[in-house]
């Protein structure tokens, strides 16, 4: 963006402008109770007409090596190890065989209506992930399993896609296909090497973090670790987003571990924030694009358009097929009793397949295309493939995004069988396991005798509490009063709270939604009794 002329935004103007449009967005979407991508979507769009702001572009280096590591590595922390383990045979199919079947479906539709091959191709991997901040913020709340499900492939087909869409636009530039034996190869060896080289960065983080023990330094870290496992994949030439999400996953697992409840209070604020702000500067930005694209068609948007439309019901009816073909594909194939106990009905398998989504990912892919071919020729469809990407994205999350909670509602899904049942059995055993240590802890600092057996008794009422009201902790919890004779034994007995809850987690008694919740009462309870007692 040229920020040298009268009429053109300079760099701070654009964020005020960006800023304001995202908090005007999040206001007027909590008023509708719609999703605020969608409001977003649309002011970003009325601005892309102002004429100050017409010459606003969406940098695509800055969506894959800005916006994308950073997203990707919160949403891997915040999902669930254990579902994705669970479910990996589905998301796999989600995250591989589905990203190809839509890239061929749109790319044999493309070609029909012009596009030479190689530019095809392109075009069906640039539209066949689904994005991960749009999934998110869209599909609203879920049960675990299908919130995981979309999260997981969200996060994955990201690296499929990019290694498709790199050999395709190789293809086009040079005008010498591919071979599928060298796609291949690309393909096992971004996934294999991504993954490795997030195993390396996520472990060395860990091993780090437990030297670096000064709250802002180790949040410094925090900060750099998803880009510190996306630059050297990329830079290899393989897929920094599956090395990413990698990182990210070791970190959800490990961390607790080494992250002090301080910490985590601090990081967890600053990423609820920053991304945030990111994913709606994403869409806002998105929104602002459609005058630019709208200007580079010289006259033929209607036909481009329509190309879109079709295109876009291409893409809904090929991911509608799939999530009900291959489970019945699953079902003839494996027969064992606790995959016939996994098993939904096509209604409650129908807001996965509705929930296909597509974001700044597509369309940062779409813009990165080069002007030139080798020749030095301009690359042939390449304003086509910017504006049916974006036509694509705008379907998706309007027509869609804005139908999903009549989908949800029609789906009746069942809430989740056993989240509560985990949620009261990591309370009560982590106050089983406080009231056992109870005793030595409190003889080891000397704690008075009447201080140790009230805080005892006032343990075992909460337990019965939690027993008694039916799966709510909180409300439990609401009684809960600490005098000062009892804060430095129960801040003591804290490390045994959160030992026993990694426990359950490691043994797979509960998940990692289960465990972040808890632990964010542990943390509160913590910071709570550090500053009655003055410690650090």
Known sequence: MDGSGGGSVQGLELVVVLGATILLGGAIASRLSVAAPLVLLVLGAGLGFIPALGSIELP?????????PALLYWDALNTSLREIRANLRVILLLSVGLV??????????????GLAWPMAIALGAILAPTDATAVVAVAGRLPRRTITILRAESLVND????????????????GVPASLGETSLRFVASYGFGIAIGLVVGLAVVAVRLYVRERLLANTLSVLTPFLAYLPAEALGVSGVVAVVTCGLVLSQLGPRVITASMRSQSFGFWQLATYILNGALFVLIGIELHKIVLGLDGSWGSTVALGVIIAL??????????????????AIDRRPQQRSRRVPFRQRFPLGWAGFRGAVSLAAALALPQQTADGQPLEGR?????VTFTVILFTLLVQGLTMPAVVRWARLPPDPTELDEELLAEQETLRAMLDALPDTASRLGVPVEASQRLAKNYEA????????????????????????EAA????????KRKTLLRLRDENHIDDVILRRVQARIDLEELRLSDDTGAE
């Open 159 to 174: 690296g499929t896609a990019l290694v498709l869409y790199s050999v395709a636009v190789a293809a086009a530039v040079s």
């Open 462 to 485: 909460l337990l019965e509490r939690i027993h008694r009201e039916e799966g709510n902790p909180e409300q439990a919890r609401r009684d809960e009063i600490d005098t000062d004779h």
């Open 314 to 331: 291409s893409v809904l009816a090929v991911r509608l097929a799939w999530t009900n073909t291959t489970p019945y594909l699953i079902r």
């Open 383 to 387: 304003n086509v493939v910017i504006a």
């Open 60 to 68: 695509p280096d800055l969506v894959l090596l800005l916006f994308l």
């Open 100 to 113: 190809f079947a839509t890239a061929g479906v749109v790319a044999l539709v493309a070609h029909a209506f």
């Open 489 to 496: 034994l129960r801040l003591a007995l804290l490390p045994i």
